[in-house]
């Protein structure tokens, strides 16, 4: 220990701080401790930190922080060898060997958050956008660390840091004091760790308003003597009352933080004077109802000011603060303000998730206890908030029942942080950067290695996208593993939706083009034509002629005035056959040209009738088919006598299911068709809002098979119901 001793005195480090980087440590501890402490003087000898920093002093200032916080040996090592890896080959299995797997986990994954430096440099530098992500990066830095102590070893170089730009104006000082601002003081503040929170945020202040600072100090220097007299007899008095009332409390004055005054004197408009916590006192009370009794004691010795009381012990801070807070009118007219809390309370709002940190010395592990553990489980969802700490209390009740770990974050190469669902894949990452990036994915690296597309991404990683100029999705993406994301998934779905549309498009496009030549009308209006049609646009016309619901005799009739009654019925898009079909029988008739309705699609042994068409023959519909009831009524002269002739033969007919939309239901259905022996001509599906419609069109020998059909598909999984065209 000598040449450790030696060293440390050189970095200007004396007995009394060695002395308090070993309190609480066992034996076994303080001896670890020399160990590294030794090994950092030989690595550190001479070297210095970016800013300039000799790095020794600040690997000590770092584990004394962290020895005040009282948190255990395997972090203090860590905060003495945080540098380690900059020197030491296999730093990893050097420092496991030397100080076991705990102390160089931590070394490795601090050495791993000094990868997010030139994200926080950039949310620091003023870039609306990046400025924004202060938040996420907040977030990322508590993701990426699975041992909450790296998180705090972190806070720890930073007011380090700060301290040293103290004694040294250097020009980087200014943006790391923004940068630790808008990153590191609010990170503390979501921890509890108020020492630190406090410390950050007034030597940030200091760097980047001086003049402000100075005053504010100034003005709180000046009345220094005043405030202390008036906290003196303050606090004689309040024990003397609490005496009186049976309560052994603390009282004393509390510490001014400059940068929460000008806070306030920001944010309310107020004056100095007018600070409630310029004059401040804190009570300590041995338990919980003792709060309240103090609190009244308070009350009855000074006027309380209105709307400046808050109970934080009924309703907790997000972050679990427990305290009563009010502010009074003192009798010489100024204010007061007052904090009450127990000592528990007091351990968590000085040192948050430090104050909960239970270990027992086995060797060099850290045992984690029941209480540590179900601590540790709440400040996991700390990556799900989404916005700034509330006092609500229906808003922490929602908080605590948030899942844990349910987002990451990665990175783009430019050094944008994304925040995805646990599990999502590069697809899902392509897909929230653009639906175009997405859409024309067809690679992916991560960290600079080429990975398949459905690899499960981590924490911290950076994500390129290699994309093709052309091209879409495939249907491969729509099996499990591909996307996690909901919306990255429906957005695959529209796409595959809006070819299909685009094929029907130029289906119905060629048919109404195809209908005007014959007709000589190539140079017709086609947006007056859509509109005599009764459609909105050319689209919608183009899309009905596509599903047949427009034929060459409704365009014919919209383009020559025909008059409507001596129309026949919808036209129906079959192949012309040249001959008759020989299923079917037409009474009194023999060889006449005949074709089976595509709006009703009869097959044996459904009740039939014929329908005689201008040109095109007979038209064979089901009874009970609403077209041809239509065209009977106008034309009753056209309607004749059919019937099924030859049993054997293959009918077309339209299957409609409807079901809870998941993954697989259209495969699913289609293996049962399968098994069955049914031939699929055509398949049209529509998914809105977790419903899925289906339109099947199938070919069967008859109405039997339909039946025995329609009775398996509705024993599919989320099938709700299924009929006849």
């Known amino acids: 220990m000598v040449s450790v001793v030696h060293a440390l005195s050189g970095a200007g480090i004396d007995d009394e701080a060695l002395r308090r980087l070993e309190i609480g440590l066992t034996e076994a501890g303080r001896k670890a401790l020399e160990r590294g402490l030794d090994l950092a003087a030989g690595l550190y000898a001479g070297k210095h930190l970016g800013t300039g920093e000799d790095i020794l002093p600040h690997a000590v200032g770092m584990a004394l922080q962290l ?23 296999e730093g990893d299995d050097k420092l496991t060997a030397q100080f076991g797997a705990p102390v160089a986990v931590l070394v490795s994954n601090l050495h791993r ?12 530098k003023g870039a609306a956008e990046a400025r924004a992500q202060a938040e996420i990066l907040r977030k990322m830095l508590l993701a990426m660390a699975d041992d909450l102590r790296v998180v705090l070893l972190r806070l720890a170089s930073r007011t380090q840091t700060l301290r040293w730009f103290t004694d040294h104006d250097t020009a980087e000082r200014r943006d790391l004091a923004t940068e630790s601002l808008e990153i590191y003081a609010p990170l503390a503040n979501r921890l509890g760790v108020w020492q630190m929170k406090w410390e950050i945020e007034d030597l940030s202040f200091r760097f980047i308003e001086p003049a402000t600072y100075k005053r504010i100090a100034k003005m709180l220097d000046e009345r220094r003597v005043e405030r202390e007299s008036f ?8 024990k003397s009352e609490m005496l009186t009332a049976g309560v052994a409390a603390e009282v004393y004055g509390r510490p001014k933080h400059i940068y929460s005054i000008w806070n306030k004197m920001r944010a309310k408009d107020l004056d100095f004077l007018e600070v409630y916590d310029v004059r401040a006192l804190r009570i300590i009370v041995p338990e919980l109802k003792d709060c309240y009794t103090a609190l009244g004691l308070v009350h009855a010795l000074w006027q309380p000011i209105h709307g400046e009381f808050d109970d934080y012990i009924s309703h907790p801070k997000g972050n679990f603060y427990r305290s009563l807070h009010t502010a009074v009118m003192a009798e010489d007219g100024r204010s007061l303000e007052v904090q009450i809390r127990t000592p528990e309370m007091h351990r968590h709002a000085e040192l948050g ?25 709440w400040l996991r969802q700390l990556l799900s908030w989404r916005d700034e700490v509330t006092d609500s209390a229906a808003w922490v009740e929602q908080f605590k029942r948030a899942s844990l770990d349910d987002t990451i974050y990665v990175m783009t190469p430019q050094g944008r942080v994304i925040d995805l669902p646990q599990g999502s894949t590069p697809l899902d990452f392509a897909f929230r950067l653009h639906t175009d990036i997405g859409s024309r994915c067809r ?20 994500i390129e996208i290699v994309t093709a100029k052309t091209g879409g999705p495939s249907r491969d993406w729509l099996t499990p593993g591909y996307l996690m994301s909901p919306r990255a998934r429906q957005k695959v779905k529209a796409w595959f939706a809006g070819q299909q549309e685009q094929e029907m498009l130029a289906q119905g496009r060629a048919f109404v083009a195809k209908e005007l030549q014959r007709d000589g009308q190539t140079q017709a209006n086609l947006d007056d034509l859509a509109h005599k049609l009764g459609f909105k646009n050319t689209d919608a016309m183009y899309l009905a002629a596509a599903r047949g619901e427009v034929g060459p005799r409704a365009i014919l009739v919209a383009l020559r005035g025909v008059p409507e009654e001596t129309q026949a019925e919808p036209e ?14 037409i009474v009194g008739v023999d060889k006449l ?15 039939i009738a014929g329908f005689v068409t201008r040109g095109r023959g007979v038209s064979v519909h089901r009874l009970d088919c609403a077209n041809f009831r239509n065209m009977a009524a106008r034309n009753p002269e056209r309607v004749t006598d059919a019937q099924w002739g030859a049993k054997e033969g293959i009918y077309p007919t339209d299957l409609l299911v409807e079901a809870s939309d998941r993954q697989g239901l259209l495969r699913d259905i289609s293996d049962v068709l399968s098994k069955e022996k049914i031939n699929v001509t055509a398949v049209k599906t529509l998914s809105k809002s977790g419903v899925a419609r289906m339109a099947f069109t199938i070919e069967l020998a008859n109405a039997e098979q339909l039946k025995r059909v329609i009775a398996l598909v509705g024993e599919v999984v989320g099938v709700a119901s299924v009929r006849r065209g």
Do not use: M
């Open 67 to 89: 020895s005040a916080l009282n948190l255990d040996v395997d972090a203090r090592l860590a905060a003495v060898l945080f540098a380690a890896h900059d020197f030491l080959a």
């Open 113 to 124: 958050l000094k990868g997010l430096r030139p994200l926080t440099e950039a949310a620091a």
């Open 231 to 238: 906290i003196d007899v303050a606090v004689a008095r309040l």
């Open 353 to 377: 998730v430090a104050a909960h940190w239970r270990y027992k010395e086995a060797g060099s592990s850290a045992v984690a206890s029941s209480a540590y553990d179900e601590k540790i489980a």
């Open 443 to 462: 690679g992916a690296k991560v960290d600079g290695h080429l990975v398949p597309l459905n690899t499960p991404l981590a924490n911290g990683q950076r």
């Open 572 to 585: 129906i898009h079959t192949k012309r056959s040249k001959a008759s079909d020989s299923r079917i029988l």
């Open 593 to 607: 040209l005949t074709q089976l309705g595509r709006c009703c699609k009869p097959v044996p042994p459904d009740a």
